[in-house]
């Protein structure tokens, strides 16, 4: 079972279901559970693709991927979420592409001592990340102030606060309806992921 609520398959989806499915197909020519999971309200199926696209795959994001990809991660991993970690940290470490690199970033994180393999604005970026997601009512106008002084301009915050955003939500979407990767083709770069 890959979630804990009903799923509807393509061969039983309704017109509506159908054009909602076709817009999350992956490169792949799939639809992942997280985005199969919300089959039931087409509605919400079609918002969450447009976000998701919005926050993480968005052309004109200046954040490097790699990072924007780490960041998703490292919130994944601070909200105890298997399935977006397994989806995203692939992606992260296949667009490193330094296999020891990767590796130093993944026990930065996984130890939550991104200061490990971190420094600069990247470094701040991840602080930012875990202290909205584990303490998002004590934020303050320092936080980003800080994120200012490391060098980051307000487009780039505001990417870095979608992102963060974003797989807070996901993460409690997945975990709140038992969803796994069960079925799924792991990973944006799947079929080139040969890095760590």
């Not at 994944?76 to 590796?103: F, M, P, T, V």
């Amino acid at each position: 079972m890959s979630a804990w609520i009903e799923m509807i398959g393509d061969e039983e989806a309704d017109e509506s279901l159908k054009a909602a499915l076709d817009l999350a197909r992956t490169p792949h020519g799939t639809v992942d559970n997280v985005m199969r999971v919300h089959s039931l309200r087409p509605s919400t199926l079609r918002g969450h693709v447009l976000l998701y696209r919005a926050a993480l795959h968005d052309d004109d994001n200046t954040l490097p991927t790699w990072l924007q990809e780490t960041i998703s991660s490292y919130v994944s991993i601070l909200n105890d979420c298997a399935y977006s970690l397994a989806n995203h940290w692939a992606n992260a470490r296949h667009l490193i592409g330094d296999k020891e690199r990767a590796q130093a970033i993944k026990d930065a994180l996984a130890a939550r001592r991104p200061e490990d393999a971190f420094e600069g604005a990247e470094l701040a970026l991840l602080e930012y990340a875990e202290k909205l997601t584990l303490s998002p009512g004590a934020m303050e106008r320092g936080d980003v102030e800080a994120l200012r002084a490391a060098g980051l301009d307000d487009g780039q915050i505001l990417e870095a606060n979608q992102i963060v955003g974003y797989f807070n939500y996901v993460n409690r979407c997945l975990n709140g309806l038992g969803v796994t990767t069960d079925g799924d083709i792991v990973g944006y770069y799947s079929s080139s992921d040969s890095v760590a």
